[in-house]
């Protein structure tokens, strides 16, 4: 099949026939009479450290780049895993109609987000290109990626407000803060908000609402995970505080009641309060922010606890609040504390120390570090990321006996 005398067609089916035969079959290992002519589906086998030299064969054999075989939809959609890593210029290069039809087939998107960001904010550019106007983006654009939408293609205005649409994507932070003002006046139901949209929350977006609404979209980030900050956390505790019950703990997301004003929580109520934010992230506090302080003094007020001394009981309330309390807590309280600490972020030297002091004590029930094995290091499960290398030594020594 060297001879160019063949007839193309007759090489083009030859080469159709190979890949029909044994899909799996490498289109590297095609000729360069037979390569010119591969099917679309032969570029799919392709691995990412033989696209040099696969560009270079199909410049020498066929006088055309890897970028011109990527002309169509199909050719570009049967890359498969290898689009992850295709040169910038090649992603460029194809043009836009083929980039909006390739955004119709689900495992192309997915194969593409995959790869780096560079290269599917080209893709997104060439879709944009197509039709630029705000609510034809939003059509064109698949879901998972909504996100590379330039944010200037995200100021509506008028009645082009396309809330359908909107409600579908995985938008950024940044993004949802421009139009969920829009949002938060085009609709009541708020709880079938994505997080995606929950967390462009702010109080300059619900300004022109009803109270009762926006009290109603705190409720809706209520168990969703919504990625929320310190400005928007104490904006919602202001309008639950001033327009809903306090007693009504569970309706809330647990990270907006760190903000809630503490001196509006009846004292009957107090445990119940503690218990609920034992679940929060303390870890929203800002470095300047005194509340974690207050809250530590108005939990231990609430609990009756005197002094650094924590029992099993004060920990099963209190839990992710251990991950701001300092080493002398660690050190005094029930060993249960250890177990709580798991769930930590991140913990400070002092707490780090404490840790350490007390599981070298031998008295918890890792026991002695003489006894360690790799199923102790296992069952601290994230805990020992944070200690030093004093606390892994002793698994060294296990490891070498």
Known sequence: MSNELIPQDVRALYSSLVFHQNPAFSITELPGALLCFAPDSGYSSVKPAELQALSERLIKACNKTL????DN??????LGTLVQGLPSNTIASVSPAVALSAANDPAFVQNIIRGPEVLQQIFINKIITVNSDPNVVLQNIPDDMAGLIPLPLLTFSGNTFNLEQIEKKKWKKEQASLFFHKLASSTTNYTDLSPYILQGFSC??????PN?????????CRGKKVPLVEDQLSCMAYHVAANASPQDFT????????????????????????????GANFYVFSET???????????????GITGTSLSSADLNVLNNMVCILNGS???????????????????TAGQIASVQKVLFSGTTKYGNSSTWTQKTLADLEELPLFLTSEFWSKFKQVVNH
């Open 212 to 220: 009762n609404n926006t009290v109603n979209i705190v409720k809706a």
């Open 289 to 303: 922010s005194n509340r974690p302080t207050a809250l530590t003094n108005s939990a231990k007020n609430c609990l």
């Open 67 to 70: 970028d011109s075989a990527l």
């Open 329 to 347: 807590y660690i050190e005094n309280s029930d060993n249960l504390i250890l177990e709580k600490l798991k769930k930590c972020e991140q913990l």
């Open 204 to 209: 300059s977006a619900v300004q022109s609402i």
């Open 73 to 78: 939809v199909s050719s570009l959609t049967s």
């Open 251 to 278: 309706s809330y997301p647990v990270d907006m009641l760190l903000y809630y004003p503490y001196s509006q929580i009846p004292s009957a109520n107090c445990r119940s309060y503690f218990t609920e934010i034992g």
